[in-house]
Antibody, heavy 115, light 107 residues
Framework: QVQLVQSGSELKKPGTSVKIYCKAS????????MNWVRQAPGQGLEWMGW????????TYAQGFTGRFVFSLDTSVSTAYLQISSLRAEDTAVYYC????????WGQGTLVTVSS | DTQMTQSPSTLAASVGDTVTITCRAA??????LAWYQQKPGKVPKLLIY???ILKSGVPSRFSGSGSGTEFTLTISGLQPDDFASYYC?????????FGQGTKLEIK
């Protein structure tokens, strides 16, 4: 069965970086794109962008350029989201989600940015 | 990016009611619209794609319609399990924008 398993919660200080992983199983990894979605506390869903799992080419939504980097390790069927120069407003749950529309989702990774 | 506007933001209803949530796109997105359900503290779940196709396993009391710029999600005969937040998403363009969400509450 299709599964997307994400890394655990992170507590980070402002100005530092975090790298979240999303490990896929149960399907051919490079047959489906991988998306990233953010949900701030009490807020709605924000699509951050996607990465082509064939070419590794990322596409970032407006507002998610510069400090956000999508990457892959296809040898272990894993997608990564790295966020640098963390700010308090980056505190959110980050989801990976397969394809469009998003038929399978990871369980979410809570990133808390606090001094 | 295509702006997606959902209404209402909050909806109070009773078990057994039929409710409709609307999603409007700022420009035509043909039928490339999805609906998701999210319960508090849980992962979003895809309900409907291509505006009206129910994902396998989703109860038939859920239905979607529309094309172009106006879409609706209808839940007929609300069940206790249906009280949740619902989001539409445009996946027509290069940017897959979500609507701001509709919270369906028990009256």
């Amino acid at each position: 069965q299709v599964q997307l398993v994400q890394s655990g919660s992170e507590l980070k200080k402002p100005g530092t970086s975090v790298k979240i992983y999303c490990k896929a199983s149960g399907y051919i990894f490079n047959s489906y794109a991988m998306n990233w979605v953010r949900q701030a506390p009490g807020q709605g869903l924000e699509w951050m962008g996607w990465i082509d799992t064939n070419t590794g080419s990322p596409t970032y939504a407006q507002g998610f350029t510069g400090r956000f980097v999508f990457s892959l390790d296809t040898s272990v069927s894993t997608a990564y989201l790295q966020i640098s120069s963390l700010r308090a407003e980056d505190t959110a749950v980050y989801y990976c989600a397969r394809e469009r529309p998003h038929d399978y989702w990871g369980q979410g990774t809570l990133v808390t940015v606090s001094s | 990016d295509t702006q997606m506007t959902q209404s209402p933001s909050t909806l109070a209803a009773s078990v057994g009611d039929t409710v409709t949530i609307t999603c409007r796109a700022a420009q035509s997105i043909s039928i490339w619209l999805a609906w998701y359900q999210q319960k508090p503290g849980k992962v979003p779940k895809l309900l409907i794609y291509r505006a009206s196709i129910l994902k396998s396993g989703v109860p038939s009391r859920f239905s979607g319609s529309g094309s172009g710029t106006e879409f609706t999600l209808t839940i007929s005969g609300l069940q206790p399990d249906d009280f949740a937040s619902y989001y539409c998403q445009d996946y027509n363009s290069d940017s897959y924008t979500f609507g701001q969400g509709t919270k369906l509450e028990i009256k």
